[in-house]
Every structure is written in C-alpha cells, then in structure tokens.
C-alpha cells in the first residue's frame, strides 16, 4: 500500500478557503487518492477522489501534482460545520481479486474552522 | 436508503464476555470492511471481505472473527472480550470498480470494563 503523510492539525478562518495537503510520493500509476472526513465520532464521509486529473464537486476540490506524488484538498468556503479530521488515502487493488481495493486509513489532519 | 447500518450503538461487556457485533448493507456492495478506532488514533482494519464467502484480515485481526453472512451482512465477534478491545466500532462497505467510494456505518461504541 503507498502511504499518506498529511499535518496533524491545520487552522481556517471561516468563509476562507482551506487547504489541505497530503503526501503520497510511492503512489502507484493505478492507485487513486481518496479524501475523507470524520466529524466528531462519526462515521467516515467520502468527500472525493481522483487519479491523476483535478476533480471538483459539490463538497471540494482535488489537486493533484503532475507526477501524482502529492494532493491537495481545498474547500472553497470554510464554515463551522467543515470542522473535522480530514483523512488522505491511496486505495490498493489487488490483482487477484479483480480490482477490489482495501481501504486503509492514517490518523489524517484535524482542521478547526475558526469564526 | 439506509445505507450502512450497524447494530448496536453502544455496548458495554466484563472481561470474559463475548458478543456480536451485526452490520448490514443495502447498496448491492461486494465488498466490506470493520474497522476500530481509539481515541486520539486513525482507524484500524480488522478484517474485510472482498466479496460474498471471503474474509481476510487486516492490521489488527487477533481477538476477532467475522462472517460474511450473505452479501448484505458481515458480523464481528469477540468471543472473550479484553479491555483493550474497548474501542468504536466501524463497519463499511465498497463495490468493486475503479473509483467506488467506501460508505461507513454509524459506528458502536464498545467498552469492556
């Protein structure tokens, strides 16, 4: 499994873009990046994922460098309820059983949105 | 839709005790996932099931087992319960093409005293 390296922690002023990075430099050319998040005590929350073009939807943007070895999410307009650890991950296939991916978490950065 | 539904929310059990943790899912997923999660700490998988009559296990295996009932349900057991198995509970579940996002149950907060 290609491993993340992501902050502890990260600060945002509310209504202001936050921007997390994520490191991931033995990424493998099939391996996409993932991003989500744990508000509080729940239940992790897909946020958005991409292989090596930039993606955007309703909830981020991913950037991805040129030779895919680090990512960013950005959350255009930071509000209170962003508030939560934000995991990086690379998802592993494994070959022999047909492209299923086992998904592995780090300890992920802990953004605080700040009013 | 339901989504992942895992059951119960929370649990408390002595030394010693076993019990079952239940995890359901209704988006047709092949494959699924229980992780724990302490405090202060990233999740860790326990085992997984990449497809209806597989398990394999993860980083964290020793203490537990897992069935993988049919294609909608995959259970947790401890059958001697150890304090430092007090943890919260995730269960998740993925299909299969490239680019499918895992969905995570509510999490059950267990505590052996």
């Known amino acids: 499994d290609a491993k993340t390296t992501q902050p502890p922690s990260m600060d945002c002023a509310e209504g202001r873009a936050a921007n997390l990075p994520c490191n991931h430099s033995t990424i493998s050319g099939n391996e996409y990046v993932y991003w989500y998040r744990q508000i509080h005590s729940q239940g992790p929350q897909y946020i958005i994922h991409?292989?090596?073009n930039n993606e955007t939807n309703e909830m981020a943007s991913l950037i991805i460098t040129e030779d895919r070895k680090s990512s960013t999410l950005i959350l255009p307009h930071a509000t209170l309820r962003d508030t939560a650890v934000y995991y990086c991950i690379v998802r592993v296939s494994l070959p022999f059983s047909g492209g299923y991916q086992k998904v592995t978490f780090g300890t992920g950065t802990k953004l605080q949105v700040i009013p | 839709n339901a989504g992942v539904t895992q059951t119960p929310k929370f649990q408390v059990l002595k030394t010693g005790q076993s019990m079952t943790l239940q995890c359901a899912q209704d988006?047709?997923?092949?494959?699924m996932y229980w992780y724990r999660q302490d405090p202060g700490m990233g999740l860790r998988l326990i085992y997984y099931?990449?497809?209806?009559?597989?398990?394999d296990k993860g980083e964290v295996p020793n203490g537990y087992n897992v069935s993988r009932l049919n294609k909608r349900e995959f259970s947790l057991r401890l059958e001697s319960a150890a304090p430092s198995q007090t943890s919260v509970y995730f269960c998740a579940s993925s299909g299969t093409r490239g680019g499918t996002e895992a969905f995570f149950g509510q999490g059950t907060r267990l505590t052996v005293v």
């Open positions: 988006m047709n997923h092949n494959s």
């Open positions: 991409g292989l090596k």
């Open positions: 099931s990449a497809s209806e009559g597989t398990t």
